[in-house]
């Protein structure tokens, strides 16, 4: 099978929520990818200043839900949230008591402490950012925000933002991004650079905000872990990301 650009998830894909690290088998098979001239991408909601080092190369990354993508050496795509509409959501978080991070090209924040983040941080295996004020906040290029609401609050929200999207992965909370993101968008920016041709792709995942890119790719995995809704988006259902996952599918799929 030709298949010869993969693109990975973090979060529940690539890592697991209980490990934080890269399974053996997973280290394995990228070493098998390397060596047949495979090239390796993430395709992640985290901004760059929270992707933890990694003991796997890779040639790409789409971050913030396609927001900002790049190599190693090249900026290839940025997306900001119109600031107009970055302000009216700060402003509205302050407000309202509604904790949201921001995640900026070149720094990260958080309005106000909640318990809840402790468990999203804790989840992610990431060092928390210094409480910004409102006026700190305010006027910056974000290219994603993490909204702590419950999903029934979306729609509101969404009124409030046209022109965004909230890509849910968590009952707890949602990103927010441009309109015109997506990991899918992020896809095709590293596609048009390496020249690569979508049938020639495959994309793993679990969460809400990986559907697009499932859907976009040649061949779109969905773990065992994701929810039913992601993988009715799938071409091939692997094993969970506690059991070699990625491994399996890529055995099964005839790449490795």
Request: hydrophobic share 40%; net charge negative.
């Amino acid at each position: 099978m030709n298949r010869k650009f993969i693109f990975f998830d973090i979060d529940g894909t690539l890592q697991s929520f209980k490990t934080h690290r890269l399974s053996s088998g997973t280290i394995e098979a990228f070493d098998q990818l390397h060596a047949k001239g495979i090239k390796t991408f993430i395709s992640t909601g985290r901004p760059r200043q929270i992707i933890a080092p990694m003991p796997v190369k890779f040639d790409g990354y789409i971050t913030m839900n396609g927001g900002y993508v790049y190599t190693e050496d090249k900026l290839l795509h940025s997306n900001p949230i119109p600031m107009e509409l970055s302000n009216r959501w700060i402003r509205h978080a302050f407000e309202k008591g509604i904790t949201t991070f921001s995640f900026m090209p070149d720094d990260i924040c958080i309005n106000r402490q909640d318990p809840v983040i402790d468990k999203l941080r804790a989840q992610l295996d990431f060092e928390m950012p210094r409480v910004w004020t409102l006026d700190e906040m305010l006027d910056k290029t974000v290219c994603q925000f993490i909204v702590l609401q419950p999903e029934s609050m979306d729609k509101e929200l969404l009124e409030m933002l046209p022109g965004c999207r909230l890509p849910r992965w968590h009952p707890a909370f949602s990103d927010l991004i441009s309109g015109d993101s997506s990991k899918a968008v992020g896809m095709q920016k590293i596609m048009d650079y390496f020249n690569i041709r979508q049938e020639e792709t495959i994309a793993f995942g679990d969460g809400g905000n990986d559907i697009e890119m499932l859907d976009f790719a040649g061949i779109g995995v969905a773990m065992g872990n994701a929810d039913d809704s992601v993988k009715s988006h799938a071409d091939y259902i692997t094993t969970d990301v506690d059991h070699e996952g990625i491994q399996h599918a890529l055995i099964n799929l005839g790449i490795i």
